[in-house]
Every structure is written in structure tokens, then in C-alpha cells.
């Protein structure tokens, strides 16, 4: 058993699926990209770098996808809020994700690491 499966299996229908599914995207996207654990969340990293994070949102109970650099992000869908660097994307688990968007938001953070933009 990985360090975050309890993170996944121990959240409720409809929000288990789509963070399982979440999960399984963003592995996908390039071989050098590695789950952890930090700061209680699962932790992507590329090439050991944090890259985005899957989160629950406590008021409104659904998933998002943090993108650590998303400062270098423009998407009308991402929220900045307070955070200065960071941005998340969230995920409504109750209807299809939207692949094209997610995967380019995705590939265009990791192009960020692959080009050295960011450290």
C-alpha cells in the first residue's frame, strides 16, 4: 500500500473516483513524474521537484488540482486567491473531466520545469 492510498480510499463516492482518476492523469503525462506525500497530500513531482498537488476543498467537499507554479499559468479557470504562487484548478466529480483542458494545463506546467523556466 502506497503512503496515499488511505488519502483516496477513505473519501467518499463520487470524490474517491475522481481523485483516483486525477491521479492516474497526471502520471500519465510524463515518465519522469512521482507521487509523495507533503504536507498530508499526495505530491507530484517532476524529476523530484513538486509539480501540482490533489487537494479536497473543506467548504464546497470537491477536488482540485494545485499547480505549484501557477504563477506562470494563465487559464480563466484557475484561482489564484490568496496564494501568491500557487493556482488550483477544481474538478466537479459529478460530471466528465474535461481531458483537453486538464491535459494542456498539465503539459504546459510541465514545460515550465522541462524548459528550466522555473527551479
Known amino acids: ?19 483516483l482518476t486525477l491521479r492516474d492523469i497526471i502520471l500519465k503525462q510524463d515518465e519522469n513524474i512521482t507521487e509523495t506525500k507533503k504536507y ?46 500557487m493556482k488550483i484548478l477544481r474538478v466537479n466529480p459529478a460530471v466528465d473531466i474535461p481531458m483537453q483542458k486538464l491535459t494542456s494545463l498539465l503539459q504546459t506546467a510541465l514545460d515550465l520545469y522541462r524548459k528550466g523556466m522555473v527551479s
Open 40 to 85: 498530508g497530500m499526495p505530491c507530484f513531482c517532476y524529476k523530484k521537484k513538486a509539480f501540482v498537488y490533489l487537494w479536497v476543498d473543506k467548504k464546497t467537499t470537491e477536488p482540485y488540482i494545485l499547480f505549484v507554479e501557477g504563477t506562470h499559468l494563465y487559464h480563466p479557470e484557475l484561482e489564484e486567491g490568496k496564494r501568491s504562487r
Open 1 to 19: 500500500m502506497s503512503q496515499n492510498e488511505p488519502f483516496y480510499f477513505n473519501k467518499e463516492e463520487p470524490n474517491k473516483g475522481c481523485l
